[in-house]
């Protein structure tokens, strides 16, 4: 397919096309921004580094070291680097019944207990929906999770209480 001639003599004349948004410093761009999770503080947009805080609303000073911030996929937002690292643990599980043994990577999720498959054993993401799994302390071992969180009202419940 040949090059649009139009869209390629607009970039060449017109100046304004040749910068994206945002303060340019030493060539590349940075931006700033004030966000309220995961704690309020301003945040800096690094290229090639990603998103970093650089200072904390509740202190006078700026961190010594941007904190890094990665993006979860599984709860949909940004969270710390080092919170992600230490949410994060393997585990050997069998996901299901007669199947083998595979070793996956599981997620911790924010109620500190429940855990997910989020990735395998090669550190591909596995996109959701995920089943939930739990801890056993004792066996060091994840189990599933067998009953959902609401257990205990059943849809003919709610029904009922609806035509009464």
């Given amino acids: 397919m040949a090059p649009n001639l139009f869209l390629c003599l607009r970039a060449t004349f017109c100046p304004s096309y040749w910068f994206n948004r945002g303060e340019r410093i030493n060539g590349s761009l940075h931006r700033e921004e004030h966000w309220e999770s995961p704690v309020p503080g301003m945040y800096k947009y690094i290229p090639g580094l990603g998103w970093h805080l650089t ?14 911030l990665v993006y979860c996929r599984i709860l949909h937002r940004f969270i710390f680097e080092h919170d992600m690292e230490d949410r994060c643990r393997w585990f050997t599980v069998t996901t299901h019944e ?15 207990f429940t855990w997910v498959a989020a990735w395998d054993s ?43």
């Fill in 55 to 68: 200072s904390r609303d509740d202190r006078d000073h700026d961190e010594k070291v941007p904190v890094p």
């Fill in 98 to 112: 007669g199947a083998a043994s595979e070793r996956l990577m599981f997620f911790r999720l924010d109620d500190g």
């Fill in 122 to 164: 090669q550190r591909r993401f596995i996109p959701g929906p995920y089943q939930k799994w739990y801890l056993d302390v004792e066996t060091d071992t994840v189990r599933p999770v067998l009953f959902p969180e609401s257990s205990n009202v059943s849809r003919v419940s709610l029904v009922a209480g609806k035509m009464g």
